[in-house]
């Protein structure tokens, strides 16, 4: 069975660097699949982040891509994501999730329970 | 990128009555739709991929339709436990788009 979870600090000052780990269990996450992060703020939509193969081919949201890094450490089955220059509108629950890896297969069959950040002074 | 237009943004029905949520893409996708459930405090779960294809598990009451534009997700006799809001995703580009959301209540 494949479990993801978020970890991650709750609270960030603006202008800071939020940085997140998706540990993966049940399930390697070298064997084919993508792997993406979504965020919701609260009482709103989903928005994609960024998703990545363990190659290191990774796709970026253009509105976010100047701010964002996704990585991945095989040996520990984990994923992160750091997002730069946080302002209070990149509150939000962060999920990671496990994607399809060609086109038509681009959903999300697993997802992290996910991990509420919020950006204050 | 590819615009993901969902309707009705809300919606109130009676136990065991069928609902009906609309997704409209900004340009041709073929099948390439999900439709994912999302109930409060709780991640999202993916219902339907390839626009009419059920997850496993997923209960025979959810069904979508639809093709190139135009895509629907119906729930047929609907229950207590579907009380939750309702996202389309199109998985047609890797610049993956959600809709709107739709939250249904009884």
């Known amino acids: 069975q494949v479990r993801l979870e978020e970890s991650g600090p709750g609270l960030v000052k603006p202008s800071e660097t939020l940085s997140l780990t998706c540990t993966v269990s049940g399930y390697a996450i070298t064997s084919g699949f993508y792997w993406g992060w979504i965020r919701q703020p609260p009482g709103r939509g989903l928005e994609w982040i960024v998703t990545?193969?363990?190659?290191?081919?990774?796709f970026y949201n253009p509105s976010l891509k100047s701010r964002v890094t996704m990585s991945v450490d095989t040996s520990k089955n984990q994923l992160s994501l750091k997002l730069d220059s946080l302002t209070g509108a990149d509150t939000a629950v962060y999920y990671c999730a496990r994607q399809g890896p060609v086109p038509q297969t681009y959903y999300f069959d697993q997802w992290g329970l996910g991990s509420l950040v919020s950006v204050s002074s | 990128a590819i615009q993901v237009t969902q309707s009705p943004s809300s919606l109130s029905a009676a136990v065991g009555d069928s609902v009906t949520i609309t997704c409209r893409a900004s340009q041709g996708i073929y099948s390439a739709l999900a439709w994912y459930q999302q109930k409060p405090g709780m991640a999202p779960r993916l219902l339907i991929f390839d626009a009419s294809s059920l997850q496993s598990g997923v209960p025979s009451r959810f069904s979508g339709s639809g093709s190139g534009t135009q895509f629907s997700l119906t729930i047929s006799g609907l229950q207590p436990e579907d009380v939750a809001t309702y996202f389309c995703q199109q998985t047609y580009s890797m610049s993956v788009t959600f809709g709107g959301g739709t939250k249904v209540e009884i």
């Open positions: 990545m193969y363990h190659s290191g081919t990774t």
